[in-house]
DNA sequence: GTCTATATAGAGATAGAC
DNA sequence: GTCTATCTCTATATAGAC
């Protein structure tokens, strides 16, 4: 990370990510940002006010990058079934981060639901509809170029796809690994292919 | 509960499970615990000297009940299809407690991994391991019944099956509700279905 | 924008009386 | 088995100097 383009504001929110994909929003603290950025604790404040303005912040530039990622993959003009693997790939991704440790943002603040303030509760909705929506698009999709194949509601088959993912990262970073998860999802696929 | 049959170490216990399944490891505290069992935080060190040695007394219980509750499904004579939408049930369950804000204990643990010693790790994993095997036997026994029908490895697909039963909760706690998690778990059986 | 210093509250845990 | 009292550490957050 270069600083001459990337400020304080950043890094803190750089070392926030990381800190909260590992240990859950309650399991760190700004202590922890403070040593990992290299400034005191004060000055953390100066760029968040409190806890909730940081995983906003976090929150919303998460949903950003995280946008940037998927729109190419529906533009693309590769079959549905190929983008939802490449979709899938961003899941698995996140667990192959060294130490195999990293969970989704939002499904980690997800489980901590309860100590977040509305305002961030509201995001973590907003990234998981912005998921489904983008999942159920592909389902779609793959409907109409006979690249996959289900029975019943698209819709409700989109929460499940995204339940699957998120899940199948929650339990093989707790047992499995990244092999787990990818063979995880390889069965996923093999029950929306056809035939 | 009647106090003469449930001594306050299982009172700690019951209100310890409702916390963590609600709050998670790193939002309840021994104080919590005292103020709802009506005794000082003293006194539940008295049961439990460390919050390790609570959370081990909880998976413990929690294992054991877990057991009772799946034995039977397998021992029934109903068709493999049927044990599953019966074993998909108690995750749904979980979530129809009253205030809809539940998790699975070892699901929240999970996310709270890091916080964990890794006493209560093993734990976790020994929970999600017994409920692999479970499913797998499940899975093998619809093969043969026909009441069930997927491509791939029986193992694959029974982590597949659990990891979604623990991302349709955790997602569905978050938005949606008992009825969203109905629906995903739904879909679930219909894409293990034959036909 | 970063610092020192501090306020205030809560955490986990222990000693020892009753 | 429960209590009061206390220890020690850490948390979030703020005031004010540089």
Redesign the pocket.
């Known amino acids: 990370m270069n600083r001459r383009t990337h400020?304080?504001?950043e890094r803190i929110l750089d070392v926030g990510l990381d800190l909260v994909q590992r240990r859950g929003i309650n399991g760190?603290?700004?202590?922890?940002l403070s040593d990992a950025v290299?400034?005191?604790?004060?000055?953390v404040?100066?760029?968040f006010?409190?806890?909730?303005d940081m995983v906003a912040a976090l929150l919303d530039r998460y949903r950003t990058h995280f946008g940037r990622e998927i729109r190419p993959i529906l533009g693309s003009r590769k079959p549905a079934a190929a983008k939802l693997k490449t979709y899938f790939g961003l899941f698995a991704d996140t667990l192959e981060q060294p130490g195999n440790d990293k969970g989704c943002l939002c499904g980690m603040l997800a489980a901590e639901l309860l100590s977040l303030e509305a305002e961030n509760v509201e995001q973590v909705r907003g990234f998981f509809r912005e998921n489904y929506r983008f999942i159920e698009q592909i389902l779609n999709e793959g409907r109409s170029d006979a690249s996959l194949a289900f029975a019943g509601d698209t819709a409700a088959m989109a929460r499940l796809v995204f339940s699957s993912l998120e899940g199948a990262l929650l339990v093989a970073r707790c047992d499995g690994g990244p092999r787990s998860m990818k063979a995880t999802l390889q069965s996923l696929l093999g029950l929306l292919s056809p035939g």
Chains 1, 2 share one sequence.
């Open positions: 400020g304080t504001r760190m603290s700004f202590q922890d290299g400034i005191r604790k004060a000055s404040h100066h760029h006010a409190s806890k909730t």
